[in-house]
């Protein structure tokens, strides 16, 4: 699929995607929630951020409640996701850069202290060129904070976690077509990898440290330094 197809798919999804997410993603409160508690900033300090899909601007803002002296630059190739975005946060755009750009072509300008992304990063075909150029993005003892989608070595695992997570989706409320909708666009659009190799990715880029803060069958939150 092209990703022209992606960025489609992503514009019709735009205005229902902050409720549509937490039907489809397992634990993502739990993640929302984990967030803050592991970055080493303080509130006071100028926190230079930058998120890879930053779609609606929902952490966007979270971000810059929570640092009010942060600068944000938001990454995302859904012009729809940016408009909202753009609304959202306008009441902060002194300090908000958004751009649209695909993560498999783009070479992020600037130096950050943080780089943030939720779910976005399995759309990435290169992973391990895509960390080496955000680990030179990142000052020194600068950190990557990044949830993903994650994919099991053993076969018959993978089938349980597919199953696993179609019955999460039908408890969550999604109707039984749109949960058919969610595992196909899964297979067409996503590439997701094993966290081995997500680590392995990691540690090749550079980071000084890298560890899995939390976990649940096809999602993972990693946590990286420079």
């Given at each position: 699929m092209g990703n022209t197809s992606v960025?489609?798919?992503?514009?019709?999804?735009?205005?229902?995607?902050?409720?549509?997410?937490?039907?489809?993603?397992?634990?993502?409160?739990?993640?929302?929630?984990?967030?803050?508690?592991?970055?080493?900033?303080?509130q006071s300090g100028k926190v230079a951020v930058v998120e890879l899909g930053t779609g609606p601007g929902a952490l966007a803002l979270d971000v810059l409640k929570q640092f009010p002296r942060a600068t944000y630059t938001g990454i995302d190739f859904s012009s729809?996701?940016?408009?909202?975005?753009?609304?959202?946060?306008?009441?902060?755009?002194?300090?908000?850069?958004?751009?649209?750009?695909?993560?498999?072509?783009?070479?992020?300008?600037?130096?950050?202290?943080?780089?943030?992304s939720l779910?976005?990063?399995?759309?990435?075909?290169?992973?391990?060129?895509?960390?080496?150029?955000?680990?030179?993005l990142l000052k020194p003892g600068g950190c990557f904070f990044y949830a993903d989608a994650a994919v099991s070595k053993n076969i018959r695992l993978e089938k349980c976690f597919i199953e696993n997570w179609k019955d999460f989706m039908a408890r969550s409320g999604l109707a039984r077509g749109k949960i058919g909708k969610v595992i196909e666009a899964h297979r067409q659009y996503?590439?997701?990898?094993?966290?081995?190799?997500?680590?392995?990715?990691?540690?090749?880029?550079g980071f000084k440290s890298y560890d899995i803060v939390w976990c649940r069958e096809k999602s993972a939150v990693f946590f990286a330094t420079k």
């Open positions: 960025e489609q798919h992503f514009d019709a999804l735009a205005r229902d995607f902050e409720k549509v997410k937490r039907k489809v993603i397992p634990g993502y409160r739990d993640i929302e929630k984990c967030i803050f508690s592991y970055l080493p900033f303080t729809k996701m940016l408009e909202i975005a753009s609304h959202r946060l306008r009441k902060y755009d002194k300090r908000v850069t958004l751009q649209k750009a695909d993560l498999n072509r783009i070479k992020i300008a600037g130096r950050y202290d943080l780089i943030l779910f976005t990063i399995h759309h990435v075909f290169n992973k391990k060129v895509l960390f080496k150029h955000l680990y030179t996503d590439h997701p990898e094993p966290i081995e190799t997500q680590l392995h990715f990691l540690k090749a880029a």
